[in-house]
Nanobody
Framework: QVQLAESGGGLVQAGGSLRLSCVAS????????MGWYRQAPGNEREFIAY???????NYADSVKGRFTISGDVANRTVFLQMDSLNPEDTAVYYC???????????????WGQGTQVTVSS
């Protein structure tokens, strides 16, 4: 059963934009935060951004000023607007949701299956 469903990945040229979306299934409730991670080939999964149920956001330094997270955690949705993309942003992007794990940005209780983002030079 897919618990977090991502969409919006694809191929874009450097300098372009993409918008990722994620919806959590109805059996997931009481979330405290939702966010995004990414994993490039040969690298570990890394934190990108999160948003809390109260609307607080946090970003990795590598994407500050270029990526914007938004959403409604209570309604189990989160988005990631990615602007000024560069080839180093190429990775599989994972949606994540926190219910029991309060270490936002350091792990999650639920994960999506990932969506590929490829930025060509």
């Amino acid at each position: 059963q897919v618990q977090l469903a991502e969409s919006g990945g694809g191929l874009v040229q450097a300098g372009g934009s993409l918008r990722l979306s994620c919806v959590a299934s109805r059996n997931i409730y009481g979330l405290n935060a939702m966010g995004w991670y990414r994993q490039a080939p040969g690298n570990e999964r890394e934190f990108i951004a999160y948003i809390t149920a109260g609307g607080r956001t946090n970003y990795a330094d590598s994407v500050k000023g270029r990526f914007t997270i938004s959403g409604d955690v209570a309604n189990r949705t989160v988005f990631l607007q990615m602007d000024s993309l560069n080839p180093e942003d190429t990775a599989v992007y994972y949606c994540a949701a926190n219910k029991y794990n309060y270490a936002y940005g350091q792990g999650a209780d639920y994960w999506g299956q990932g969506t590929q983002v490829t930025v060509s030079s």
